[in-house]
């Protein structure tokens, strides 16, 4: 059995793990992230830092390169790896992270369908996401309704299976609106909007405190794959470096797009009937760290 601990953005779900594992002692996280899995987007992504990693083991950070591209089949067999050897040093995982496909995937062992990169080159070819979202819209409705049609990464992937399988992508596995019977016990941090929405705004002033302008800088020198540089905070901080806003005005757009990124986060993980959820007031750790030792400690 294992534990997820899942919700959106900004949630305090980081924190509640570290306090939960330092407690239990024999828990290590596995964060399920599609941006912290980069190497060098620290800021950004908000990743565990050095100490937190040398106190409490952390898996599935700092993988690949942020010039390079990352499938979530590969994420898949990472994923595998990391559980394996977690569970050979006799310990216990805690899955972290709000990447809700990616938490799918390896909860409910998805059967992922293949790749056709001539296909995909060809859909990279058209620069409007919103005609790619339209020609998916035309081919398979149902796989364009529960998704972003600005998150040209998924778009792009849907008509790419879509067009090389000749099967709509909304028809491989049992779909994301299936809910199975799962050995993961997932727990999901709650906070009213529009707390969560001054939490937000707070957290990226700090990630421009702290540096996110100079990360991104040099990161850009380096080159970002298509998906890195789609990441929030990463994209705007790029359009500011090119000169294409003004730094004001990246931030607000970082913070406007981090909130609509949170409520489409809260509504995925709200779908699974399988979430207990953690309503908090105030305070993450003292209100959800306690509930999560427990589930542990409750574990057969």
Known sequence: MRVALVGSTGSGKSSVAMAAARELGDVEVVSIDSMQVYRHMNIGTA???DEERAEVDHHLLDIVDPCDEFT???FRDRYASAIGEIAERGHQALLVGGTGL???VVIDDFDLPGEWPNIRDELEKEPDTATLYDRLLTLDPKAADKMDPGNRRRVIRALEVTIGSGHPFSTFGPGVDFYPESEVVQLGLRWPRP???ARIEERV???IDSGLIAEVGALAEG???RTAAQAIGYKETLEHLNGDLGQDEAIEKIITRTRQFAVRQERWFRRDPRVRWI???DDPVAEAAPVVVNTFNALP
């Open 47 to 49: 990743k565990a830092s």
């Open 72 to 74: 979530v089949a590969e």
């Open 102 to 104: 990616y938490h799918r």
């Open 195 to 197: 707390v969560l929405a």
């Open 205 to 207: 002033h700090q990630m």
């Open 223 to 225: 080159g970002l794959s």
């Open 279 to 281: 309503d908090i007031e």
